[in-house]
Structures are given as C-alpha cells and as structure tokens.
C-alpha cells in the first residue's frame, strides 16, 4: 500500500524557556524571550517511493539567537512641595529594565526653571555626585549594569532660591540604554515651592488731630504694608471705619502712595514680591462739626495674603480726632502801664476826667487747634470810638506777649491786630496794652 509523503516540522525550546512559558499559565507571551535563548527550528520529511518502499528521513534545521530587547520605565513622584529658600531637597526616580537581558544607561536631567530646582545633584548607589556627567561615568562602570526585571533608584537634590513661592518647574530624568536595540523612557516631577509666610502693616499716624472738613478738605493717611511671604503674591488690602463712628470720618478711597487715580470703595488688590513694602494711603472726610470737637473715630487697614498661603492677614489703626479752636478775651483796666503789662490789679478807685486809663487786652486759645487771626474778619478788632476817652499817642505796645501779634495798630479809635501764624490751642496766649484819657 502506497503512503503519501509527510513534512513534519518541529520547534526545539530550551528547558530554561520551557519553563518559563509554563509559569506564564495562561499568557505565556507575555513577557519578552530571554536575550541569549537559541531557538532550533527542524524540518523533516519522511516519504516512500511509489511502490512503497521506505526511504531514510531527510531533516533541516537553524538555530537563531534571540537578541536584546531594550525596554525602560522611569518613574517619580507627580509633584514635590519645598520650602522657599531650601537647599538638599530630595525626588527620587526608578529606572525599572524591563527588557530581556541585562541593561546599562546613560542620564539626562533638566529643570525648566533653576531658581525653583536648581543646583542638580544625585545619589546613587549612596554617593552622591555633584554633575550629570560624574553621575553617567559612575553608571557606566562595568558592575553597575541593570539586570532584567531589576531596578535602580537616583535621587536628585536640588535647591530652591528665596522668593519663589508659588512659583514651579518641571524636573525631568531620562534613561536612555548604552546597548543596541536599547530604549529611552522618562518621568518628569513638578516641584511647586510653597507660599507661605506673612503679611504686616504700620501706620504712619497712630494718631492724630484733624478739623471738620467743612464739606471740602479731604485728609490722606499713609500705611507701610510689607510681605513676608515667600514668592510675589496679591495682598488684598480694605480700609475701614470701627464703630462708634463718633467723629463722622467718611472713607473716600485707598491707592499706593504714587498711583494716578484712588479705589472707591477703598478695598484694592496690589502685588507684592518677596519682602517688599510699599507705603498706602488712605483718603477720608471728617464730617464732624466744630461741636464734636474731642470725639474720635479709628481708621483700619487691614491687608490680606493670598489662599494659598494660609490667608495671612494683619491690620493697624489710625485714630483720627476732631479738634477746634477756642477763644476768650479778657480785658482789664489799670493805672499804669506797668500794671497793665504785669497783669496786676486793675484801678482800686473810680478813675476821673482827664484821668489816663491803661487797658490791658488778652487773647486766650484754650481750645485743641490754633485759632486763625490772619486778618479780614479773623482778628482782634477793639473799637473805642464812640466812647468819651481819647487815645494816648503810641502808647500801643504787646512787651512781654508770649505771642507776638503780626499786626498791631491804632487808627480812628480802633485797634486792629492779626497773628499769621495763629494762636495755638491748649492755652496759647497773647495780649496788648494801651492808654486812652477820660474826656
């Protein structure tokens, strides 16, 4: 009986790959052949003649090394969150081989921004190394290749600059292998540097005396407002009124000390960098009147740092108090020049015709402002004229006034007098003497 001819062909696995597809279970694809594994394909064929005799088998087979297979996985931490300033901050990367045989690499590194991460330096192997290229020379070693399914760690330590929180940069490892057939792979961190810190505020003017506006003067006070934050930040900063608003102060408006224009209502947001100060100012009306004089109201500034970095906030207060002038006048009569002047007793006898009288005119402020007598209808005005005395030439003279009189003159019986600079509140004082005759 004649057989047809038959091919067989047969795959030869080493033991050691037999039985690693035997631990795959039900995957035995899974994972990459081992670099060095020879793989002998066989081919037979076995046949007969047409009468059926039996011939030997004939046979080929090739044998193929299977070759390296890179394959890397670096991985990190998604982000990192250091201090500003802080030196030896520390990522750590994984360099994981994958591939099917053992594995050397090569490094690169990067930082988008050095004032954040700067100053690379890593650790390997417990040493660390202070450049990329020592770091390479080091992996290079013989000894230091990467077996298949091992891993090694680098851990790089960087610093970061003072005033750059908030600010980040993306720090960035690649593994690249030395070998033919090799692969790259990378893991970039974002390492975000913390805003924290405070925020402070001083007034220039813990307190002070201001008049009634009068509906149109308007007053400015200064703050000093300074970050201690960590990195450039908006700070919001509001003025306010505390109550009782005894003194009727109205707030207008609030700007840095320079800027063209004020915020109505006074709230306004400004950036500061890093330890920086700038001077506010704070424009209000005092709508008080000349009766409320001695009542207060306080002004706040209060300044506010950002969410992020907590919401630092600090505040300080100008107390602002309505002050006003007020006058007495005394007038007192004497025998002589010399009492007038000394303020002694006024005449003990009724005085008689032709009798020289001296007057003594005194101008007391006893009030919290300088009274204004610059001329005009603020003055001292003593009209005599209509009464029956006649006026001693030049005898008109203010020796001894704590406050000297600007203006002082004597014409048709009637004194006029004038102090530019005003006689100030708290019992400020000032006087004149002169002599009429009785007619």
Known sequence: MNSTPRARSWLVIPAIALVALLSLGANPLSAQTAEGTVITNTATATYTDANGNTYTAASGSVSVTVGFQGSLAVTSPAGASPSSPSTDNTVTWTITNNGNGPDQVVMGASSTDTDVAGNLRYVYNAVTYTSLSALNTALAAPGDSIPAGASITIGVLYDVQAGEGGNASSVQLTATSTRTGGDSNNSTTLVTAVLAGTVSVASDNPTIDRLPSNGTVLYVETFQVGSGLTGTADINLTASIAAPNAATV??????????????????????????????????????????????????????????????????????????????????????????????????????????????????????????????????????????????????????????????????????????????????????????????
């Open 250 to 439: 109205v707030l207008i408006g609030i700007r840095e000390q320079g800027a063209a224009s004020w915020e109505v209502p006074p709230s306004t947001t400004i950036s500061f960098s890093s330890g920086e100060t700038r001077t506010i100012e704070v424009q209000y009306r005092v709508d008080g009147g000349v009766g409320d004089a001695g009542s207060s109201s306080t002004v706040t500034l209060t300044a506010t740092g950002p969410a992020a970095a907590g919401s630092p906030t600090a505040a300080d207060d100008h107390v602002v108090t309505i002050v006003g002038p007020s006058l007495t006048v005394t007038k007192t009569a004497h025998a002589s020049e010399a009492d007038a002047l000394a303020g002694a007793p006024t005449l003990s006898v009724d005085p008689q015709p032709g009798q020289t009288i001296w007057y003594r005119v005194e101008v007391t402020n006893s009030g919290t402002a300088s009274a204004v007598m610059t001329g005009g209808s603020n003055g001292i005005s003593d009209d005599f004229s209509s009464l029956p005395v006649t006026y001693v030439a030049s005898s008109l003279n203010q020796t001894g006034s704590p406050i000297t009189w600007t203006t002082l003159a004597e014409s048709g019986a009637v004194i006029t007098g004038t102090i530019a600079a005003g006689i100030p509140g708290g019992g400020g004082t000032a006087w004149f003497v002169f002599a009429v005759v009785i007619d």
